[in-house]
T-cell receptor, first 111, second 113 residues
Framework: DQQVKQNSPSLSVQEGRISILNCDYTNSMFDYFLWYKKYPAEGPTFLISISSIKDKNEDGRFTVFLNKSAKHLSLHIVPSQPGDSAVYFC??????????FGTGTSLTVIP | DSGVTQTPKHLITATGQRVTLRCSPRSGDLSVYWYQQSLDQGLQFLIQYYNGEERAKGNILERFSAQQFPDLHSELNLSSLELGDSALYFCASAFREMNTEAFFGQGTRLTVV
């Protein structure tokens, strides 16, 4: 049973435009959420996180939005750069428990 | 470089065999996590250790076991291997026990033939 879902396996965006990656979760008890970026032949790298007490967290070009009522989070990358091309995983969990990862969205930023 | 070291990088073994994957966490990190990533799958959480003690368990098969040693390195033991165990196995480490980002190693690619 997939508790965290990334329904778009891939996304292509023009350089300079906004990339929006989406993630849905099923467990309303989840209270901490993270995004990781993964390049080929490397392990995932932490990007940004958000706790359930917030609905937005921003770090440079990256912003994560959390909609608890919809059990949905999204990652916005503005402006997108070719170096952002990677697979993005979202993860969600409940304090004291494991994190559940989505299956990833492959982002391609076209120069 | 995340500071997390996993060895070996690649492993090919036959069905029925047993292998040990090793993970050295970042200096100072007390938590170690193990994940499995099969083809086209997300990262499946296997198990977490914090300062030598098991803290959380995911969908880890009974044929799999892990431990964290006093020097904080961790080993994941996979036995009676099946073809379906072929996957990327990632180790991650973190300083805190929970609600924290983790730093991932490059993974060990296990192929069971």
């Amino acid at each position: 049973d997939q508790q965290v879902k990334q329904n778009s396996p891939s996304l292509s965006v023009q350089e300079g435009r906004i990339s929006i990656l989406n993630c849905d979760y099923t467990n309303s008890m989840f209270d901490y959420f993270l995004w990781y970026k993964k390049y080929p032949a490397e392990g995932p790298t932490f990007l940004i996180s958000i706790s359930s007490i917030k609905d937005k967290n921003e770090d440079g070009r990256f912003t994560v939005f959390l909609n608890k009522s919809a059990k949905h989070l999204s990652l916005h990358i503005v402006p997108s750069q070719p170096g952002d091309s990677a697979v993005y995983f979202c993860a969600a969990g409940r304090t004291g428990n494991q994190f559940y990862f989505g299956t990833g969205t492959s982002l391609t930023v076209i120069p | 470089d995340s500071g997390v070291t996993q060895t070996p990088k690649h492993l090919i073994t036959a069905t029925g065999q047993r292998v040990t994957l090793r993970c050295s966490p970042r200096s100072g990190d007390l938590s170690v996590y193990w994940y499995q990533q099969s083809l086209d799958q997300g990262l499946q959480f296997l198990i977490q250790y914090y300062n030598g003690e098991e803290r959380a368990k995911g969908n880890i098969l009974e044929r799999f076991s892990a431990q964290q040693f006093p020097d904080l390195h961790s080993e994941l033991n996979l036995s009676s291997l099946e073809l379906g165990d072929s996957a990327l196995y990632f180790c991650a480490s973190a300083f805190r026990e929970m609600n924290t980002e983790a730093f991932f190693g490059q993974g060990t690619r296990l192929t069971v033939v």
